[in-house]
């Protein structure tokens, strides 16, 4: 008589695993065919990528600052020569119908300071008024200034200053020789600097002009 064919008994799943899958195991040093060197290997490189990628980030970053404080700067100085030069135009000028039309040249144009002068002029309508532009420094920076005082060419203590820039001038300097072939220029010389955003750099700007002084070449 024939035995039944019987399945045989599957085996303990402990010797499973240490007749099969403990088999040429070698430690941790091999898992999933890349070994601890190379799993660590790989991870400093992705560490090296990415500070490599975080610089370059950066420093565009800091180029594209570098840029815009150029900007403004350049801004800054069109604006004061423009602010400064409206004045300096009307310096020494008597409207026709003036009652009092004496404005020497001295007066239509006084340094107080290297950098604060004075402007004495008449409007269309014989209105006398004295405009003034000076330095003021800052905790951010040096600042122009404005004032305008309608007292006949004298300056008005109650009359406050205004600010006409932003704080990005480290020197503004007028210059004004009241004879020889410069007697009706005024020389501008301006210095301007501001820090550039996420650096220890200031970006920086140098112009000087030379402003015609129009009104002056019919003021004796």
Not at 17 to 36: A, T, V, W
Not at 66 to 91: N, Y
Not at 117 to 123: S, V
Not at 180 to 206: H, W
Request: aromatic share 6%; charged share 20%.
């Amino acid at each position: 008589m024939m035995s039944p064919n019987l399945d045989p008994v599957p085996r303990p799943i402990w010797q499973q695993l240490s007749n099969n899958s403990l088999d040429g195991f070698d430690g941790f040093d091999n898992i999933n065919g890349f070994s601890l060197v190379e799993l660590l290997t790989v991870i400093v490189i992705i560490g090296v990528i990415s500070t490599a990628l975080f610089s370059m980030g950066n420093n565009m970053n800091i180029r594209v600052e570098r840029i815009t404080v150029q900007a403004l700067l350049d801004e800054q100085a069109v604006l004061a020569h423009d602010a400064i030069g409206r004045s300096a135009a009307q310096a020494g000028y008597v409207a026709a119908d003036s009652l009092d039309p004496a404005i020497t040249r001295t007066s239509a144009v006084n340094l107080v300071q290297s950098n604060h002068i004075q402007f004495c002029g008449e409007t269309l309508d014989g209105d006398r008024a004295l405009t003034e532009f000076r330095l003021q420094t800052t905790t951010e920076g040096g600042v122009l200034q404005r004032k305008l005082s309608e007292t006949n060419c004298l300056s008005d203590s109650t009359v406050a200053w205004r600010d006409v820039s932003e704080p990005v001038f480290s020197q503004i300097n007028f210059t004004h020789t009241d004879s020889g072939p410069e007697k009706n220029m005024l020389t501008l010389s301006l210095r301007l600097s501001k820090n550039v955003r996420g650096s220890r750099d200031d970006a920086s700007l140098n112009r000087d002009y030379k402003i015609p002084l129009i009104a002056l070449l019919v003021t004796p």
